[in-house]
């Protein structure tokens, strides 16, 4: 399906363009046309699908069929400050050639930047749950007109104990409005909520979710003393673009990268102990080859898009099956192939 199919504002076909969007993928084809309408959704859909836009533009298209400026009128709700970053990207492109204006909310950063953002007209908020229920106490954060609520990689919101505060930020919004919910996975609490929050939705779900086909698998068994000069050697024999090694905690994401360090590779780290900061120089130096390898606990699994990530090394076993899924779904994205 071509994006001139689905009847969007003239407007949002110059975002369209610039994002160099020509067929819609499966998530997008499925999602966009009810999500058009102001349905509520479901959607079950690996990241690297094209969920992302498969939300923005229905929003976009919305703000722009009339109603308030200047007033935050969707909400997207992301568990991670990454994937917040990430979506923000997205609506930036998409939204070039309007003049909406979108802003990023969550901790670990000084919240004065994000209060002028508000102060300022962002109309699309995109935010992590802690800190926007502060902005919300304190008065800066305005939910009496939002219209459009998306909740993204609600699974990853649950393990990471958001759900109190997901259902305060739920009871804030007005409850006439439309609910997009998108969850790589459907645990229990998922769908309990997903019960709670939508009013006859339409579900949709791309595919069983198993690893992308895309992906090559191998696996070396190995005692955990010999990792480190096993993981080296693999290093140094493989033709790697870029890498990226997950580990099962901090202490050891900081140890392993160390160690590539010491033998002579370009290398950074993401996890949990890094500053706001930090982490953004990590990912953006991943990101435009200044370090080809990056090691990274599973925070940095969820929502990671970097374009070409030829390997996924599991330095650590993960803890489910599902961890596997969107670990190793960071290779092999967008049709390329990648070695897991």
Known sequence: MNFTQFNLDPRLMQGVKKAGYETATPIQEAAMPAALRGRDIIGTAQTGTGK???FVLPILNKLLSGGQRNVPRALIVAPTRELA????????????GTKIKSATIYGGVGANPQIQALRNGAEILIACPGRLLDLINQGYAKMGNIEILVLDEADRMFDMGFL???????????????TMFFSATFPADVELL??????????IAMGIVKPAHTVTHALYPVPPHLKSA?????????????V???????YR?????????????KVTS???????GQRQSALKGFKDGTHNIMVATDIAARGLDVESISHVINYDMPDTADAYIHRIGRTGRAEKTGDA
């Open 270 to 276: 993401l996890h949990g102990d890094r500053s706001q």
């Open 52 to 54: 992302t836009a498969a």
């Open 85 to 96: 970053e990430q979506i923000n990207d997205v609506v930036k492109v998409l939204a070039a």
């Open 244 to 250: 990226l090694v997950f580990t099962r905690t901090k």
């Open 253 to 265: 994401a900081q140890k392993v990268s160390q160690q590539i360090l010491r033998a002579g590779f």
């Open 230 to 242: 096993l993981l080296l050697e693999l290093l140094k024999r493989t033709d790697t673009d870029s």
């Open 164 to 178: 109190p505060d997901v259902r305060r930020i739920v009871k804030a919004v007005p409850a006439k409005r439309q």
């Open 194 to 203: 997903a019960q709670q929050v939508l009013t006859q939705p339409q579900k």
